[in-house]
């Protein structure tokens, strides 16, 4: 079985920084892109920022600047620095891989449980 397994979300004042991290576990021999999402209260869940096995990385236009995504290959972990948050930040926030090579298989677009940021003074 392999998951995926967010930590580090909280409530922060507007302008302060959080750092999200995901983990991905089980019998994982290689993971292709992975990203984070987030979806507020109501809305459809979006793409906050993505980064390739390569390190190529892409953001959403209201995250360029605040955020940074990087990913360690060898722990199979992923993280979001977060910085100058905004109340519009507020959002469970989502890991995603899209394609997890184990070593009995192919796994396509695995979400993990989410993790809760709050941004409010």
């Known amino acids: 079985q392999v998951q995926l397994e967010e930590s580090g979300g909280g409530l922060v004042q507007p302008g302060g920084s959080l750092r999200l991290s995901c983990a991905a576990s089980g019998s994982i021999v290689s993971i292709s892109t992975m990203g984070w999402y987030r979806q507020a209260s109501g809305k459809q869940r979006d793409v906050v920022a993505t980064?390739?096995?390569?390190?190529?990385?892409n953001y959403a236009d209201s995250v360029k600047g605040r955020f940074t995504i990087s990913r360690d290959n060898a722990k199979n972990m992923v993280y979001l620095q977060m910085n100058s948050l905004k109340p519009e930040d507020t959002a469970v926030y989502y890991c995603n891989a899209d394609l997890i090579r184990a070593t009995w298989g192919r796994i396509y677009d695995r979400w993990g449980q989410g993790t809760q940021v709050t941004v409010s003074s």
């Open positions: 980064i390739t096995r390569g390190g190529t990385t």
